[in-house]
């Protein structure tokens, strides 16, 4: 039975991708992300989570997917923090995480 993304609220924060298939460029974008920045994004407690034309075998497709192609940051309390059709959160996400008021108290015991 697949599982609820809302199992992670308050353990991880979520960066979920949709896209329609595997040449396009928000998922090669986002893999590159995933390989240039392992720390930053363990550090952030942040679990990544691809919807391939709107499917994951693990998940049940959250509402607000249905039918649309991006990138959503969620936070712990599960409430979409950002949105982006394109892969510019790239250039937002860690400073928009580190942003965060419960981000703060993690930044003490950063290890990047």
Do not use: H
Not at 25 to 52: H, M, V, W
Not at 73 to 101: A, E, H, V
């Amino acid at each position: 039975m697949a599982k609820q993304i809302s199992e992670f609220s308050w353990e991880k924060r979520l960066l979920v991708i949709s896209y329609k298939k595997q040449d396009d460029q928000i998922f090669i974008k986002t893999k590159k992300f995933i390989s240039d920045n392992k720390c930053g994004i363990d550090d952030r407690n942040l679990e990544i989570i691809f919807f391939e034309k709107f499917e994951n075998k693990e998940f049940e497709t959250p509402d607000f997917i249905k039918n649309k192609y991006g990138i959503w940051l969620i936070g712990y309390d599960g409430i979409s923090k950002d949105y982006t059709s394109d892969d510019k959160i790239f250039l937002r996400l860690f400073n928009l995480i580190d942003s965060m008021p419960m981000r703060k108290d993690e930044m003490v015991n950063d290890k990047c």
